[in-house]
Each structure stands twice: as C-alpha cells, then as structure tokens.
C-alpha cells in the first residue's frame, strides 16, 4: 500500500527513457485536443488581426485620425501613434491580469470551465468591438474582454492539453496549441486582405468573424471532460479514471493512475499552489515559468506579428501602400504555419532542448542581418525601400518567423506546462500567462515609438535577445522529451545545476513515502484502485 520514489528516476543526460504506462494516441483523445486548441485560433486572430484593420483607412478615420494622411517619407515613424499601441497592447494587459483568477477557476473548478469561460468573453468582446463607433473607448472594452478571454484561454488550455496526452506524443499534441495560434494569425491576415476593399464596414467583418473560434472553444468546454488530473485533483476519483481509461484507449491504467494519486497526496501535503511555488524545492520551476515565455516575448515575434502590415507597407515587396503590406503579412504567415508544423513533427523526436537551441541561432542571425539590411537601405527621407532590398527583407523575416515557428513559439508554451508537478501547476501556467502576455503588452505598446527612435537598431535587441535565450537553454533546460508528466518535475530538479539551486548543498533526498490512505475518500473510491500502490 505504500510507494517509494526517487528523484532521480530518469538520468538527467538521458530524457529518452520510454514511458513505462500503458497508453497509445486515441482518436478520442487527438479530438479533444484538437478542439482545445482551438484556444490558441483566439490568440492568433487577434494577433493577425490587429494590424491589419488599422490601415484600412474607413477605420482609421474613425479612430486614430492622426494616422490618416499622414505623407509617406519616414520608412520608421508614420505610425508612431501612442493610442494605436494602446489597442494593440491593452488586450495584453487584460489577459496578463486575468491569469491569476484563472489559475484560480482552473485549479477548482477545473480547465474545462475556464475554456467555457474563455469563449464567452471572447464571443462577448467580438459584438463590442464590431459594433463600435467614434470613440476608441468603446473599442477598447471590447478587447478588454478579448483580452480576459485569452488570459484563461491560456491557462487553461494548456494545462489541459499537457494532462491529456500521452508521454510519448505530448510535445505533438500540445503544439497543436501553437498551430492553432499561428493558423489564426494567417486567417485573420487573409480575411483582412479580402475585406480591406469593403468599404465602409470591412474592419467590422474582420471583428466579427473572430466569433467563429470563441464558439468552438466555447462549446468544448461545455461538452469536453475534463482531465483526469483535475477530476482527481478536486476528488472525482472515480471519475478520473474512467476519464484516464477512455482517452487512454486501455483498462490497464493503474500505473499511470497511482502516479496521478501520488501527485494529489504530494499537493495535499504541499498546501496552496502559490505558497508552494516559493518554496526552495520548486525554485527550478518558478524560474523557469518566467524566463522562458519572457525569452519567447524578447524575440520581437509580437512587433512583427502585430505591426506587420505597417512595417511591410514601407518596404513595398507586393506592392506600395497599405493592401501591399497586407499581402506580405500572410505571406509570413503562411511561413510561420509551415514552421510549425515542422514543429509538430521533430518536437518528439529530437526533443526541445536543440530545437530551441537551432532556433535562437537562426534567429539571432536573421534578426542581426535584417538590422544590418535596415541600416543600409532604409533612410528616414524615403518611405520604402528598393524592390531588391525590400525582397531581401521579406527573406529575412521569413526566416526569423520561421525559426519561431518550431522553436520559441510552441516550446516556450510546452515546456513550462511539463515542468510543473501537479500541486504547483496552475500556479506556474498563471504566472507563464502572466509574464508572456505582459511581454506581448510591453512590445505591442513601445515598437512603433522603438522603431521611430532606434530604427534598426530595434532589431539588434530582438538578435540579441535570441542570443541570451540560446546560451540559456544550452545550460540551464534539462531535456523533457518522453517523460510522463507527473516524473518532468523530478526530473528537472535532478539537473546539475538545479538541484544546487532546489536543495541545500545540491543533496537530493529521498522522497517521503506516499500514505494512500489519505489520498482518498471511501465513498467514493474502491480499494482496488490503490492496489498498484
């Protein structure tokens, strides 16, 4: 009836080691991570979207006046607008502020609450802002409401993804996550190019279309179960197996089942979420769920993303103004799906330590040479640059995008929800929501004013931001890859480093046996369920 586990169940150099439960990738569960994916389409779309209504003139005329008829001679500061960064950053904010209540909902109520309350506030921001006129302060609430609907989209998605699927396909299914998001900054990109020619209501319909994935993330989590983590975590144990039975296409579940057991005993014992990841043994973990999503941010991926119509606009490649910058904002969009669904492939088989690594090289290099392109070709007297440099421009990016595509954009998501133990989990994915959508709130308020004053410059910091994220990872992330999920934090505390950092005199002890006796009520579990204990 008792169970003794170790630290150092996996050797910290070798994160290959085959999972030892019985599970295999079920169509059930692919569905269901499909459709909470869908999370990740609400992010995108309003990432895709952003920048692409501002140039449409019907809508600037509207609300940012002070960008309509502005003459074209200065390729960095025609946007320069303080209130257009403040609608492109305050959805961020929002989201960054709604984490922390949704690691609340999440923990007890359960991830598939939060979904349902993700899509209703998205649903809701959608009618707002389309339906907006005159005063940006109308428009702004409603991406309020965006901005609570991706906070616990984030949180909770995540999460559930992680919990969900099996330790051999868990990179591939939660990448999903980030598929979804760059599918819905290509949609959003496509749409505004049909609808920029719909005058005067095109930027509405580009609004409201948003509505159509708030609907399915909101219908998932009315009729998705919930993960049997969570069911366990709030005292469903029966039901948490029959969830763990069914997505895992098996009746043999025990392993993986006590193993779920062990971690409710462990977070009963370790009290409140957020006072345990302050405690010294979890400092690996809360380390980690800032730095990497703050790496993710230091990129520059939002400054490209959100304001790519107006950055491509001045370089012209698919034609002058503004219709031409939107066609190269799908073109990069199209690149970064690509991209990632390279990631989606390789993130199990090569793992994430060298993609991450690959990925800062090559962007860091890309960055580096746009910069170097920038300071050559664009002057603050002309507004586009030649149809050669602006090609090679074009050229650079995609190959930025393309290295966020399978690196930092779906591992800084992944690898954070891994690292977590169950009694620490909603507090970690709060606070890598958090520090992400404050970094995308940051760039996406301060990149237009950056580029006026630093011009190419800016680009240097995003190159060299890849480079401290590259050393970083090469030294300090253990690989992740194959493990089951409730063994990653062990795992991650066991690395050479860390286990300094967790423990006095880097002296990994012994962890205390588990006591299943408290892990339960009678009424509601069988005493053959704790048999594998």
Excluded at 72 to 88: E, G, I, S, W
Excluded at 264 to 285: D, H, T
Excluded at 440 to 462: D, E, I, P, R
Excluded at 488 to 499: L, S
Aim: aromatic share 10%.
């Amino acid at each position: 009836m008792r169970s003794t586990q170790t630290y150092e169940s996996f050797d910290v150099e070798d994160a290959t080691s085959p999972p030892a439960f019985h599970a295999k990738l079920t169509a059930y569960v692919f569905l269901t991570c499909v459709v909470a994916a869908s999370g990740g389409i609400l992010f995108g779309y309003d990432g895709g979207v952003t920048g692409g209504i501002v140039v449409m003139e019907p809508f600037a005329q509207e609300f940012f006046p002070s960008t309509v008829g502005v003459p074209d001679t200065n390729f960095y500061c025609k946007y320069d607008d303080r209130v257009l960064q403040t609608f492109a950053s305050i959805m961020h904010f929002t989201g960054a502020l709604a984490a922390f209540p949704a690691g609340y909902v999440t923990a007890k109520y359960g991830r598939t609450r939060s979904m349902t309350i993700a899509g209703s506030a998205f649903l809701i921001g959608c009618v707002w802002q389309a339906a907006a006129k005159r005063y940006v302060a109308l428009l702004l609430v409603g991406r309020i409401f965006w901005g609570v609907g991706v906070g616990f989209a984030d949180q909770s998605v995540t999460i559930y993804n992680a919990e969900m699927a099996t330790p051999q396909w868990r990179g591939l299914l939660h990448i999903l996550f980030q598929l979804a998001t760059v599918t819905g900054i290509l949609i959003a990109q496509v749409i505004n190019i049909g609808t920029y020619n719909i005058r005067p209501w095109g930027w509405r319909l580009s609004l409201g279309l948003a509505s159509v994935p708030g609907t399915i993330l909101l219908l998932g989590g009315l009729f998705l179960p919930d993960s049997p983590n969570s069911l366990i975590e709030r005292g469903q144990f029966e039901k948490g197996k029959q969830v763990l039975q069914r997505i895992r296409g098996s009746q043999q579940v025990e392993e993986e089942y006590g193993t779920i057991l062990a971690a409710q005993e462990a977070e009963k014992r370790g009290g409140s979420p957020w006072m345990a990841i302050l405690r010294r043994e979890y400092r690996a973990q809360l380390i980690l769920a800032i730095v990497l999503p703050l790496f993710q941010m230091a990129t520059g991926i939002n400054a490209v993303v959100f304001f790519s119509p107006q950055l491509f606009g001045g370089i012209g490649s698919f034609g002058e103004g503004a219709r031409g910058g939107l066609i190269a904002s799908a073109v990069i969009g199209a690149v970064q799906v690509g991209a990632t669904l390279v990631g989606v492939v390789v993130v199990d088989r090569v793992g994430r330590r060298d993609i991450l690594i690959e990925a800062s090289i090559q962007g860091c290099l890309a960055e580096l040479a746009l910069a170097g392109l920038l300071a050559y070709a664009a002057t603050d007297s002309s507004a586009q640059m030649s149809h050669t440099a602006s090609i090679a421009a074009i050229v650079l990016v995609c190959v930025f995008i393309a290295s966020f595509g399978w690196g930092w954009g779906p591992l800084a998501w992944l690898v954070p929800s891994e690292i977590q133990p169950l009694n620490t989990r909603s507090a970690g994915q709060s606070i890598t929501t958090f520090v992400q959508l404050t970094g995308g709130a940051t760039v996406g308020q301060t990149f237009l004013s950056m580029l006026c004053s630093m011009k190419y410059g800016v680009f240097v910091l995003f190159g060299m931001s890849h480079l401290l994220a590259g050393l970083f990872t090469c030294f300090l992330l253990p690989e992740t890859r194959g493990i089951p999920l409730e063994q990653v934090a062990d795992h991650v505390r066991a690395h050479w480093a860390w286990r300094h950092v967790c423990y006095k005199k880097g002296q990994i002890p012994t962890e205390a046996p588990v006591d299943t006796t408290l892990l339960v009520d009678k009424k509601t579990t069988r005493s053959s369920d704790l048999e594998v204990l």
